[in-house]
């Protein structure tokens, strides 16, 4: 039974980590098009879950506490990608940019069915371990990123500036720095969970 889990755990990550990697791809593409902070910051979102996607596969046929060490990580990138997100949003703000609200609004959708569609595969997993659970907090951040970038490229198209997706871009980086200490306080709950059942 535990086999089959972790089959089904790496099947689903495997597939997750493809879905990932094709859109930070394609967000980094529009983004460099479209001039837009918030395109930009979701591309290295979903290359930051990439990275940790593939650690969770990495641990996932090994002990707990590899497990936790791998969510501490997930974690840890989270939080790192959300200041580089700060940086670039301020980078933007003090150089300039012109943003294509179309643009925008047409990667997040797409992007948000996407997201969509991972977090149906990983609902389908029963009893999800730590990294599981760090991956399903991934794909809802992407999910209300992508939904905010709808509004901000409507907004952009509308009033013509560019602080929507400014905005949009800090946004994002809130969202992936409380996901980052969400998976940080999962992780650390985890161990006090095992250090008392060792004893």
């Not at 294509?100 to 389908?124: E, P």
Request: positive net charge.
């Amino acid at each position: 039974m535990a086999a089959r889990q972790d089959s089904m755990e790496r099947r689903t990550l495997w597939i997750v980590l493809a879905l990932n990697i094709g859109l930070a791809v394609a967000f980094f593409a529009t983004g460099a098009f479209g001039d837009s902070s918030a395109l930009i910051a979701n591309g290295l979102d979903n290359l930051s879950d990439s990275f940790v996607y593939a650690i969770s596969l990495f641990a996932l046929s090994r002990s707990a506490k590899w497990k936790r060490g791998a969510a501490n990580v997930s974690g840890g990138l989270l939080i790192l990608f959300a200041a580089g997100i700060l940086y670039d949003a301020w980078r933007r703000y003090i150089g300039g940019s012109d943003p294509l609200g179309t643009i925008m609004i047409a990667m997040a959708l797409i992007a948000a069915a996407i997201n969509a569609v991972c977090v149906w595969l990983l609902a389908k997993l029963k009893n999800p371990n730590v990294n599981i659970r760090a991956a399903n907090t991934f794909s809802y951040n992407d999910f209300a990123a992508n939904l905010g970038i709808v509004v901000a490229g409507g907004l952009v198209a509308w009033l013509g500036t560019n602080w929507p997706d400014l905005v949009v871009g800090v946004i994002v980086a809130g969202i992936a720095a409380w996901g980052g200490i969400d998976i940080l306080r999962d992780a650390h709950g985890e161990h006090h969970k095992a250090v008392h059942t060792d004893k």
